[in-house]
């Protein structure tokens, strides 16, 4: 017996009211914000991960689904969306564009993690990016982007977790008091975080381990060590926030894994629903990245939101969603003859934009009306040797239990008025 591979699954038929309800608030909400759609391929060159996410990443160093094609190209299922983006923007010259250049993508990410309730192999995320602008309205424009979605969709209990990671001129300032209060720690921290000291040392405030908690908590703030021009930065950010009454928590440990963030960082937690996954969307600026990539000197700030972690609130939150549109007839028939006009009108009707099922085989009228009732269709079309002798179609009313006769250059009209 073949499963799903460890970490994938399948969004069965009974999700996909759903998965359809957020992709559309998703298509609405960026159209509203002015973000055009930019799909890049599910696989680049790993070079481009290496460099876009970071040596010394959890991504890179142990999650990336890596392969070698059949032309000998290193190629990598991407992990995250920002890298190919960028990749896009440099290719296509988007800084020849008017600035920012705003879009957005959706689609499945790959990375080798261990699977839990909220966290896959193979999941989807909605990424938003404003690139060539570092404007903090901007900011303020992602985070809202953000917002407005969860919002939106009805989700409770919202709150941002909000940092600034610095720019090339502080950061390295910061890491230089960091480590050096780590070193006095040594003994008392995990391994994982000797290492990260050496490799990533801004992750050392990641770490979940119990024994390194009071280490955290007690290590200097970035934000005490932030130069002019991202102190302001921040402090604008946080004016703007107070205006629109957004709650926000200043958060010093959030670092977020990736290498490329510079001044703001944030998250979106939702109250409820996720247990330890709480953080439903991160984001933050990348002013570094486009150069580091190849590109002119090109600031950007974006969001990633994982779509499964969305559902999962909503179910846990108990939000209610539209229902798809299911089909609302259906076309029942006895004896060969009345069979092969049902197959044209069915055929007829969809033309018409009529959703239509056929039913299928020869069985008895009887069966083909509990079909009719287990699909909840509004109406079942009757097609018989009385219906094809007198040129008519029987329309039963599936909720009356009434019916009448109709002609069959008229039956979509029929249908039409009353569906
Ligand atoms: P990141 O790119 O790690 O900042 O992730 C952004 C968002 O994607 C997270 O807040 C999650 O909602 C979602 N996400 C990340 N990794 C996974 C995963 N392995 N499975 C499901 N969702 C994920």
């Known amino acids: 017996m073949y499963q799903a591979v460890r970490g994938t699954q399948d969004i069965l038929p009974d999700d996909a009211p759903y998965w359809r309800h957020l992709e559309n608030t998703i298509h609405d909400l960026c159209a509203r914000y002015g973000y055009r759609r930019l799909e890049p391929p599910l696989f680049e060159e790993t070079s481009l991960f290496v460099r876009g996410v970071g040596e010394g990443t959890d991504i890179v160093e142990k999650e990336m689904y890596s392969f070698t094609d059949r032309g000998g190209r290193e190629l990598t299922l991407r992990p995250e969306f920002t890298a190919g983006v960028m990749r896009a923007y440099i290719e296509h010259g988007m800084h020849t564009w008017p600035q920012p250049v705003k879009v957005y993508s959706i689609g499945p990410a790959f990375r080798y993690e261990a699977p839990q309730a909220g966290r896959y192999r193979q999941f989807h995320q909605v990424n938003v990016e404003a690139i060539g602008e570092q404007d903090p309205a901007v900011d303020l424009e992602i985070m809202s982007v953000a917002w407005d979605l969860y919002e939106t ?120 629903g996720l247990g330890s996954q709480n953080a439903v969307c991160g984001g933050g600026r990348y002013d570094g990245l486009i150069e580091e990539l190849g590109g002119p000197p090109t600031p950007g700030i974006g969001f990633a939101a994982g779509l499964e972690r969305i559902i999962l609130t909503m179910k846990a939150q108990g ?30 009707l969809r033309a018409a934009g009529i959703a239509t099922l056929l039913a299928f085989g020869q069985r008895s009228l009887k069966a083909q009306m509990r079909e009719a009732d287990r699909a909840g269709v509004r109406f079942t079309l009757i097609l018989g040797g009385d219906e094809l002798a007198a040129g008519e179609v029987t329309v039963r009313d599936m909720s009356a239990a009434e019916q009448q006769r109709v002609a069959p250059a008229e039956i979509a009209g029929w249908l039409k008025r009353r569906l």
């Open 153 to 272: 969709l009805g989700s409770q209990g919202l709150s941002f977790q909000l940092n600034s990671t610095g720019c090339p001129a502080c950061k390295p300032v910061y890491i230089r008091h960091l480590v050096a209060y780590y070193e006095q720690h040594l003994d008392d921290i995990c391994p994982d975080c000797r290492r990260r000291l050496q490799r990533n040392p801004l992750r050392v405030l990641d770490c979940k381990v119990e024994s390194c908690q009071p280490i955290i908590e007690a290590a200097p703030h970035m934000r005490q060590y932030l130069c002019a021009e991202c102190a302001e930065h921040f402090a604008t950010l946080l004016g703007y926030l107070d205006l629109l009454g957004r709650p926000y928590t200043l958060n010093h440990r959030l670092v977020r894994g990736l290498d490329y963030y510079t001044k703001t960082v944030f998250e979106v937690w939702a109250g409820e």
């Open 319 to 348: 939000i209610a969603i539209p229902q798809l549109p299911a089909p609302q007839v259906l076309v029942a028939h006895r004896g060969a003859a009345a069979k092969a006009r049902a197959v044209v009108l069915a055929s007829e």
